[in-house]
């Protein structure tokens, strides 16, 4: 419900104004500001559920916590309280235990067939008399020494 250009707009105004470093060690730290964030998300994650912290929790805490971040996304329109709606929503009580989980979410109903729901609403012929086939597939499965799901 913000306004992407506006925020957009004000983050590289607030980069620009930021100070640059140059040179050093390629030692990399965090300042207080982004460990808060990192924290409330963190935390955030933990409180839903979630064994892994994703993109959404780490907007949400910005916009809680995030100093300069949290006056951009104010400043568009966008708060805490509507991203965590907005997380409710696409997430659909959905937690994310694994890397991938934000890839996931409704993906296998979008771009696979449950066979299991199909073979109980009776749309997939009955394998009874296939006993040829079913020897050949596993034969064939078998041959396979990587990722072997027959083993």
């Known amino acids: 419900g913000g306004d992407a250009r506006r925020a957009e707009a004000d ?7 930021r100070a640059q470093v140059t040179g050093g060690s390629g030692q990399l730290y965090l300042d207080g500001d982004t460990a808060r964030v990192f924290a409330a998300a963190e935390q955030a994650s933990k409180t839903a559920g979630d064994a892994f912290v994703t993109t959404e929790r780490l907007l949400a805490a910005l916009a809680r916590e995030g100093g300069v ?58 394998v009874i008399g296939r006993d040829e086939e079913i020897r050949r597939t596993i034969q064939v499965l078998a041959r396979r020494t990587k990722n072997n799901p027959v083993l």
């Open 11 to 17: 983050v590289e105004t607030a980069l620009k104004k």
């Open 69 to 126: 971040a949290a006056e951009v996304l104010k400043a568009s329109g966008v708060t805490a309280d509507k991203l965590e709606a907005a997380i409710a929503e696409v997430r659909k009580g959905k937690t994310a235990d694994s890397a991938g989980a934000e890839d996931g979410y409704d993906a296998l109903k979008r771009y696979a067939r449950d066979l299991t729901l199909a073979a109980r609403d009776g749309k997939i012929d009955p």
